[in-house]
């Protein structure tokens, strides 16, 4: 049991004029009178309104009893039970006496269901879900009764099935909130009642399985499989982390259920159920986007309010390209984080909820045990989503019956808790228990049920389990081979004059910045003349033009993206004149050219990214890439690099074709902003699940986007892109001609080999610049110079080829700003050894190993680039 703190109130919650007795108004009681006073009479519903979800007993067990309902009742408002209501108001109720409206009202809000919308500052929404959660719901029938109470018995008899046949697995039993289920069942039926087409779900591992086997309809063979530890079929990822889609039929028609697979990293399914969401949206064809697809996200209590990723993710549904129309947020609420207590506090109006104030989200708090009130929250948050396209979060407040796992031993930590939990009857027991006292179902009907539904539910689920496990290869197995890409063509001059001619439209009367101006000089310069350097700048905006005309729709996101970190993109122009006027080269209309949409994203990398992962697991037709603001930034979504991006094909078949641009460059500006973490990243690389890309120059970064754009089969792209100093280095602004011919070129032989040649440098990125000036400035004779542009998969093939050509090679030298551990080196120095002929000596150049990295001093860090070139030409 928690022990509640004399905190102070939140500025949310601070007293309101008619918090407490004693303190209703500032002026005298009112006489006992035949009719009562209607000032008084709507102060009191207010404060019923408004604090009835703290009085409400909703804790099953017991153990966080609510405050007094005393303190709700009229007389503190001045009112007598007996007091006839004014007229208006008695029709509006449904009764004639304040004794009555007090009843109706404690009904309504302190029950087993309770409405809190402290959080919402609308006014229109909230008397909305006031008007709604008061309307008498309809009466629940002794059919529906009997079908809910038989549900409860399944899920029972489910976690039954598990212990009995997996007793020493790990199945998070959903025991003590068996009532979710039916939360979930009826939300599905609401949703297809409104119309909608799809819903995405994701949820942690409470009840999961469960929820895969009762609601989505998972083979209980192959649940049973995945669980078994004798079992001999590899198993990539827990069963406890799969998904599962299907199709539902409700009797509203037909509805598309899918729940996404995640890692134990739980609540960071979140963003990607939400991008997966809002692209089914984009991707729906005349349908309203909260018709199309409805987002439903299922939430540990203690994880809701104490992992941010939660809170990142609320915000972005105030982000245009971000929202959703509106999520529904479960909370299977046990009352504990793991063995930590974390009961609700009335007193002080703290929730497990209280992460969702930050989006003004009302909350339905019900109980686990309470079928018909579970029933009614689906459908008002439904309801309240459809009609706002807003959040809306159900609190489900259950218990743990059997600790956190199958493997916990519970009476070590909450002792007390436990035993309320055991001695708590199961909501099967009370629910039947309420339709016999209610004359909805027959005592022996009951006692049948009771003793016989439980078992044939267990004869099916022993039926199930006999079944065939179809046989699914590894994923390895199934994955055509990475190179296996169709040849590019070739970018023509006729395709060149079109992309130029659409970057370079101005609308008439638009005030350029005189740095575009001068920006769109040179792009007229270069139509005019089709000859001459090309930046980063343009390169990837022609590149985004010829895929956009090819048919082919993009999405960028990130911070800063629309202007580009470094000044280096410039997809969105703003006029500046009087007019605050924005224009977008790349969505000047275009015969046959497919949406382009850039996105400036909220101060968030772990939401974003898990987002536009989302989003490019529903669209692979969409060239989807996000841009960090710094490479380095990106540790703040290191999750989703490390669970889902790298390894989401290989555990649960999920193919993505997300792009990641993370500039990166020591340029002397400190730790931060020098690193985008590239050892760390090839870390990640095996069986082709990656491809890693460094570009040092403007024609491979050109060809390196149109060749993702085509990529077959799917593969995630993470491009080291370049920073201030290589962007502006002239060095790397290739001559158009490049770009009409060939493509991306893993290996750039950079320096032509002499005749002689003795040594390799074999460097990537900028330093391949600062090199080829190092070596003509030492007019060397016996050394060549190569950049490695691509780091994974290693172009093998293309180096033993290379080598092969010279044979008197005898050093190969790997040169990189990196201090040896945080670069390409430790990935890349076996398969260097396996690429080089015998006698070929092979050795790093690096910068010293720093527990702080690079250093924030430019004159330093000049100092240090010359030592790199300087060891490197020493023999």
């Known amino acids: ?69 005393e303190t709700l009742h009229a007389a503190a408002f001045g009112l007598e039970g007996a007091q006839d209501l004014p007229p208006a108001l008695a029709a509006q109720w449904g009764c004639a006496q304040v004794a009555g409206l007090q009843r109706r009202l404690l009904s309504l809000y302190t029950g087993a269901l309770s409405l809190d919308c402290s959080a919402l500052r609308d006014d229109t929404r909230r008397h909305w879900l006031h008007s709604r959660f008061e309307a008498a719901p309809p009466a629940t029938d002794r059919a529906q009764g009997l079908q809910w109470l038989e549900r409860l018995i399944e899920v029972q008899a489910w976690e039954q099935f598990l212990a009995q046949r997996l007793p020493d697995e790990k199945c998070f039993s959903m025991a003590g909130c068996e009532g ?35 609601l989505l309809g998972q083979p209980v063979a192959e649940i049973l499989e995945a669980l078994d530890p004798a079992s001999r079929r590899p198993r990539p990822d827990l069963a406890y982390h799969q998904g599962a889609e299907t199709r539902l039929d409700t009797p509203h028609g037909a509805l598309s259920l899918r729940l ?3 890692p134990s990293h739980l609540q960071s399914i979140q963003p990607v159920v939400l991008g997966r969401t809002r692209a089914r949206q984009d991707e729906s064809q005349g349908l309203p986007r909260a018709q199309a697809a409805l987002a439903l996200l299922l939430h ?20 245009p390209a971000y929202e959703v129309g509106g999520c529904i947020h479960v909370l299977i609420n046990n009352q504990v984080g793991f063995t930590t207590p974390h009961a609700a506090d009335p007193l002080h109006q703290r929730y497990a909820s209280d992460a969702s104030r930050v989006i003004d989200a009302p909350v339905l708090r019900v109980r686990a045990d309470a079928p018909e009130q579970l029933a009614r929250a689906a459908e008002l948050a439904l309801a309240y989503r459809m009609a706002f396209g807003a959040d809306i979060v159900i609190d489900v ?81 199934a994955r055509p081979p990475y190179d296996a890409r169709p040849a590019l063509p070739a970018l023509d001059s006729t395709q060149l004059q079109a992309a130029l001619t659409r970057l370079r439209t101005v609308p008439e009367g638009f005030a350029l910045h005189p740095q575009l101006a001068r920006l769109h000089q040179r792009w007229e310069s270069l139509a005019r003349q089709e000859a001459g350097a090309v930046d980063w700048c343009l390169a990837e905006n022609l590149a985004h033009a010829t895929v956009l005309a090819s048919g082919q729709p993009m999405r960028l996101a990130g911070m800063d993206v629309e202007r580009g970190t470094f000044m280096h993109r410039h997809a969105v122009w703003h006029a500046q004149g009087d007019r605050m006027d924005r224009h977008v080269p790349l969505q000047s209309p275009s015969r046959g050219a497919a949406r382009f949409e850039i996105v400036n994203s909220p101060l968030s990398e772990a939401a974003v990214l898990g987002f536009e992962y989302g989003y490019s697991l529903q669209r692979p037709e969409v060239l989807t890439l996000w841009e960090a603001q710094f490479g380095d930034f990106v540790n703040g979504a290191q999750i989703y690099l490390d669970q889902y991006i790298a390894s989401g094909e290989a555990k649960w078949g999920l193919a993505s074709g997300l792009t990641l641009l993370l500039p990166h460059g020591h340029e002397g500006v400190g730790p931060e902003h020098s690193n985008a973490h590239l050892g760390r990243l090839l870390q990640l690389c095996a069986e082709q699940n990656l491809r890693v890309a460094c570009p040092s120059d403007s024609a491979q970064w050109f060809h390196l986007l149109r060749e993702q754009a085509r990529a077959q089969p799917r593969r995630p792209l993470i491009v080291f892109t370049p920073k201030s100093q290589l962007l502006q280095d002239p060095l790397s602004h290739a001559p158009l001609e490049r770009l009409m011919e060939g493509g991306f070129r893993p290996l750039l032989r950079v320096l032509a080999a002499p005749e002689r040649c003795q040594r390799i440098w074999l460097c990537s990125g900028k330093l391949r610049h600062e090199l080829a000036r190092a070596l003509r400035d030492a007019g060397d004779p016996y050394t060549a110079l190569w950049s490695l542009e691509q780091l994974y998969p290693l172009p093998d093939e293309a180096l033993r080829s290379a080598l092969a050509e010279l044979p008197e090679v005898a050093e190969l030298l790997w040169i990189q700003e990196e201090q040896r551990a945080q670069g390409a080196w430790p990935l890349l120095r076996e398969a260097l050894e396996g690429v080089c002929p015998p006698g070929v000596a092979l050795r790093c150049i690096s910068r010293p190993d720093r527990a702080a990295g690079p250093c924030a001093s430019p004159r330093q860090h000049r100092a240090e680039q010359q030592w790199l070139w300087t060891q490197a030409l020493v023999r």
């Open 1 to 69: 049991m928690s022990t509640t703190l004399p905190l102070p109130h939140p500025e949310w919650a601070r007293r309101s004029r008619f918090h407490l007795a004693g303190e209703a108004l500032q002026s005298r009681s009112q006489p006992a009178g035949p009719a009562a006073d209607p000032l008084r009479v709507q102060a009191y519903v207010e404060q019923v309104r408004r604090e009835g979800h703290r009085h409400a007993p909703l804790d099953p067990l017991q153990a966080s009893p609510p405050l007094p309902a």
């Open 300 to 319: 540990g209590d203690a994880a809701f309010d104490g992992q941010g990723i939660v809170g990142e993710s609320l915000l972005l549904s105030r982000h």
């Open 180 to 214: 979710l289920v039916l939360l979930l069942d009826a939300l599905c039926e609401q949703a297809a009642a409104h119309g909608v087409q799809a819903l995405e779900m994701g949820m942690p591992h409470r009840g999961r399985l469960a929820v895969l086997a009762l």
């Open 397 to 477: 407040i259950g218990f743990r019956r059997l600790g956190h796992s199958e493997h916990d031993q519970p009476m070590l930590t909450r002792p007390q808790l436990q035993r309320l939990a055991e001695a708590q009857p199961t909501a099967a027991e009370q629910y039947g228990a309420e339709l016999v006292a209610s004359g909805r179902c027959e005592p022996q009907q009951w006692l049948a049920l009771r003793s016989q539904a439980p078992l044939r539910a267990l004869a099916r689920f022993g039926r199930l389990a006999r079944e065939p496990v179809r046989p699914q290869p590894a994923v390895a197995e």
């Open 260 to 262: 996404a697979p995640n």
